[in-house]
């Protein structure tokens, strides 16, 4: 049993740190990041452990116990996937999250850092959106199913702080773009979906291609290797009960980022909207005055990391 909290800074030095979802986007990411310190790290994939199987999650973890624990594994996608797909959102991530926060107690993991969304906060939050309007008003409708799940998350790891003691904190990254992204038409984010429909209209020797929407909602968007840099400070760096956010403190509307997108992969020809799909939440940037008061920025601008990712994808993805 856990009851380490409020420790810092935590050192990750020689310890065994699980990283639950190892290979989706922030996955990856968390795996090249923690290379650079002194710990080992667990990975198992999805055919050796279903994190939805509360009892194949505790068997595993009671096996290896980990000293701490990153869990960005989740079922996410874009504002179409969280639309149309609401139970697999609502049941598979309260499902990760209940087995995973659960089992660290029992196991007696030291640190938990449980990843959550900008999607937590109500629809019409006043921007900048700072940590404490959790819970103040109404969801954004097309992802309230997979907001309630990681607003659960975040509560239970202030439950178990709060019981048991455990160090279990929360970090709420924004909409996070880059390297392992998933550029799938129907279930992506809005920034690998623009970057695909640039590169193929632009290879087609297309006039245009459509955004969905009106094109106003406005975004803010974190590399995700400065997220995954960001986590990394805030376990070893913070501990308490309330959730971090975790962005770039900057938006722009979606029809500015498909401008630049289209400037990245060379994409000359006119942008069309298709009115009859949704624009979601009008504006979600949050405050991101609490992580940097304990001394993290973001590093990597828009238009470095649109450019890096854009490489990814013709190198890396399309070859693969
Ligand atoms: O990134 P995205 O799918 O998710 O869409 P959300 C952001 C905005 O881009 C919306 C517009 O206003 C979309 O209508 N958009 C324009 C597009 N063209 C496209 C396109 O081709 N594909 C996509 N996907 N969008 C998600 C939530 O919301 O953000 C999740 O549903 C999660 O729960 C995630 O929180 C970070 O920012 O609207």
New binding site residues.
């Given amino acids: 049993m856990s009851g380490n909290a409020n420790k810092t800074p935590y050192s990750l030095k020689g310890k065994k740190v699980w990283i639950a979802g190892h290979r989706g986007m922030v996955g990856s990411a968390l795996t090249r990041r923690l290379q650079q310190e002194d710990c080992e790290f667990l990975t198992v994939t999805r055919q050796e452990v279903e994190l939805t199987r509360q009892d194949q999650v505790e068997r595993w973890m009671a096996d290896v116990r980990p000293d701490a624990v990153f869990v960005p594994a989740a079922k996410v996608g874009?504002?179409?996937a969280?639309d149309i797909y609401p139970a697999e959102f609502i049941y598979q991530n309260l499902m990760i999250e209940s087995n995973i926060i659960n089992t660290a107690h029992k196991v007696g993991v030291e640190k938990l850092l449980f990843l959550g969304?900008?999607?937590i906060y109500p629809k019409r939050a006043p921007q900048p959106m700072t940590e404490d309007v959790l819970l103040t008003g109404a969801l954004e409708p097309?992802?309230e199913w997979?907001?309630i799940a990681k607003i659960a998350g975040i509560k239970l790891c202030q439950a178990y702080r709060k019981q048991y003691g455990c160090d279990f904190i929360s970090a709420m990254p924004t909409?996070l773009y880059g390297t392992g992204d998933n550029f799938d038409?129907e279930t992506?984010?809005?920034i690998p979906?623009?970057m695909r429909?640039a590169h193929d209209a632009r290879v087609n020797g297309d006039n245009s291609f459509m955004?969905?929407?009106t094109g106003s909602?406005k975004?803010e968007f974190l590399h995700v290797d400065d997220a995954a840099d960001a986590l990394v400070h805030m376990m070893v760096h913070y501990s308490g009960d309330q959730h971090v956010n975790v962005g770039s403190g900057e938006d722009l509307s979606?029809f500015e980022l498909t401008q630049m997108v289209a400037k990245v992969v060379g994409f000359t020809g006119d942008i069309t909207k298709d009115s009859s799909?949704?624009?979601?939440?009008p504006r979600k940037l949050m405050s991101i005055d609490r992580l940097k008061a304990m001394g993290w920025s973001p590093k990597i601008s828009l238009e470095e990391g649109l450019a890096s990712t854009y490489q990814w994808y013709t190198d890396v993805y399309l070859k693969g």
């Avoid at 799909?277 to 939440?281: E, L, N, R, V, Y």
């Fill in positions: 874009g504002i179409h969280n969304s900008s999607c097309t992802n997979y907001a909409n038409l992506s984010h809005v979906a623009l429909k955004i969905w929407g909602p975004r979606i799909k949704p624009d979601g939440t």
